[in-house]
């Protein structure tokens, strides 16, 4: 999973943060108390270089644009992105 490997996940292009994006949307309505949980990789993001962040808000306010996203994921990235709003 890339946020076990945060060399991978913060990579300069992206990736990282869309793939976990698109996991997290395809499993919130499975299970959205751990697709909650496992938005916490994105915490770090205002870490990290002005690029960087860039592609995790967009990842980010991706998700939180997701039609019918549940209630803990809703929370957990409008937490999220408000942390640095």
């Known amino acids: 999973m890339p946020w076990r490997h945060a060399a991978g996940f913060h990579h300069a292009s992206g990736k990282g943060y869309d793939t976990l994006a698109d996991w997290l949307i395809r499993l919130d309505p ?21 690029t ?7 990842a980010l306010e991706r998700i939180l644009s997701t039609p ?10 409008s937490r999220i992105l408000g942390d640095q709003a």
């Open 68 to 77: 019918n996203l549940s209630r803990d994921t809703t929370e957990t990235v």
């Open 52 to 58: 960087r962040q860039a592609h995790a808000r967009t």
């Open 30 to 50: 499975l299970n959205p108390q751990t697709t909650a949980r496992m938005c916490a990789a994105f915490e770090t993001w205002t870490r990290y270089d002005d």
